[in-house]
C-alpha cells in the first residue's frame, strides 16, 4: 500500500467521529434515490455508466482527502454552503415528487457541496473541485435534447461503419441508421452510438487527464481536444463489432450477451485509444526536447 493510500485511510479514520452524523444524514436522505438508480436507470445501458462515474468521483475524494484537511485547517466556513444546501434540498423534493431523475441526481452533487462548504469552508472545494465536477457526467440529460443531438451522431457513426465494412469486402448497406449485413438488418440504436455515450467517453478521458497531471500544456491541451474524434472511433469500433457478431454468429448472439461484451469493448478501444495518443505526444515531446537541447548547449557555450 502506498503513502498516498496510507494517509487517506489515516485521515478518513480520524475524521470518522466527526462526519458519521452526516453520514447517516446523507444516507437517509438519498438511499431511497440510490435505490431508484440501482433498480432502474443504472441497470441499462444509456445510464449505466452513472454508478462508474459516482464510484470514481468519491475515489478521488477520497485519494484526495488528506490534501483537504491540511488546506482547510483550521476550518472557517463558508456562508455559500447554506444557500447551496436549500437549493439542493429543494432539487431533492421536487425531483423525488415529480419522478424527475436529472434533478434527484443533481441534488446529491449539491447537497454534498453545500456540507464541505458549511464545515470545511471554500478551500474545499478549491482542492475537490474536479471529483464534483465529474459527477456532472452521471446527471441525465433532458430527453428532448438528447434525442435532437443524438439521430446525427448515429448516422455518423453508421455512415462510419458501412464505408469501413465495406472496404473490407462484406456485403453491408444502409438505409440511415439502419445497415443491412446478408441476411440481417441492424438498427444502430441511441446506447450504441449516443450522447451519453460520448459523454461516458468524454469522462474517461478527463478522469484520464487529472490522473497523470502531466507538466506539459502541449501533452494536456492536445489529449483533451483528441477525446472527441477518440470518442467517436470508439463508438464506430463498437458498432462494426456488433455488426460482425450478428453476420458470423445470428441475431440471437448479437442481442444476447455479446452486445454486452461489445460494451466493455467500447470502454476498452477508448482507453486503449487514449493511452496510444498520450503516448505519441510524449514521443513528440521527448522528440522535440531532445532537438532543441543542442541548441541551448550552444547558446549556454
Same mark, same amino acid.
Request: charged letters at 15%; a positive charge.
Given at each position: 500500500m502506498n503513502t498516498l493510500a496510507i494517509r487517506s485511510m489515516r485521515s478518513f479514520r480520524a475524521a470518522l467521529p466527526e462526519w458519521w452524523p452526516v453520514l447517516l444524514g446523507l444516507a437517509v436522505l438519498f438511499v431511497p434515490t440510490f435505490y431508484d438508480l440501482f433498480t432502474g436507470a443504472w441497470v441499462g445501458e444509456e445510464q449505466g455508466h452513472g454508478p462508474i462515474i459516482f464510484g470514481l468521483a468519491l475515489w478521488l475524494i477520497?485519494?484526495?482527502?488528506?490534501?483537504?484537511?491540511?488546506?482547510?485547517?483550521?476550518?472557517?466556513?463558508?456562508?455559500?454552503?447554506?444557500?447551496?444546501?436549500?437549493?439542493?434540498?429543494?432539487?431533492?423534493?421536487?425531483?423525488?415528487?415529480?419522478?424527475?431523475?436529472?434533478l434527484e441526481v443533481l441534488s446529491i452533487i449539491l447537497v454534498m457541496m453545500s456540507v464541505l462548504l458549511i464545515k470545511r469552508g471554500g478551500r474545499s472545494m478549491r482542492v475537490l473541485w474536479f471529483p464534483f465536477f465529474f459527477m456532472i457526467f452521471m446527471v441525465p440529460l433532458p430527453s428532448e435534447f438528447v434525442a435532437a443531438v443524438t439521430m446525427p451522431m448515429k448516422m455518423a457513426v453508421s455512415w462510419g461503419t458501412e464505408h469501413i465494412l !465495406?472496404?473490407? #469486402?462484406?456485403?453491408?448497406?444502409?438505409?440511415?441508421?439502419?445497415?443491412?449485413?446478408?441476411?440481417?438488418?441492424?438498427?444502430?440504436a441511441d446506447a450504441c452510438a449516443g450522447l451519453q455515450t460520448l459523454l461516458t467517453l468524454e469522462a474517461l478521458g478527463l478522469f484520464y487527464l487529472n490522473l497523470m497531471r502531466h507538466p506539459s500544456a502541449f501533452r494536456n491541451v492536445g489529449l483533451a481536444l483528441f477525446i472527441i474524434p477518440i470518442s467517436f472511433s470508439a463508438n464506430v469500433?463498437?458498432?462494426?463489432?456488433?455488426?460482425?457478431?450478428?453476420y458470423y454468429y445470428g441475431d440471437a448472439a448479437g442481442q444476447g !450477451?455479446?452486445? #454486452?461484451?461489445?460494451?466493455?469493448?467500447?470502454f476498452v478501444t477508448a482507453l486503449?485509444?487514449?493511452?496510444?495518443?498520450?503516448?505519441?505526444?510524449?514521443?513528440?515531446?521527448?522528440?522535440?526536447?531532445?532537438?532543441n537541447a543542442p541548441l541551448r548547449t550552444r547558446e549556454a557555450a
Open positions: 477520497y485519494r484526495k482527502w488528506p490534501e483537504m484537511l491540511e488546506a482547510t485547517t483550521p476550518p472557517r466556513a463558508s456562508w455559500t454552503g447554506w444557500p447551496i444546501l436549500a437549493i439542493g434540498l429543494l432539487t431533492h423534493m421536487l425531483g423525488r415528487s415529480q419522478k424527475i431523475l436529472m !465495406f472496404a473490407f #469486402g462484406y456485403p453491408i448497406s444502409r438505409s440511415g441508421v439502419i445497415l443491412q449485413i446478408g441476411q440481417y438488418q441492424l438498427l444502430v469500433i463498437r458498432v462494426i463489432v456488433l455488426t460482425l457478431i450478428t !450477451f455479446l452486445h #454486452g461484451f461489445a460494451g466493455m469493448v467500447l486503449v485509444l487514449i493511452l496510444s495518443i498520450d503516448s505519441a505526444l510524449q514521443w513528440t515531446i521527448r522528440r522535440r526536447e531532445a532537438k
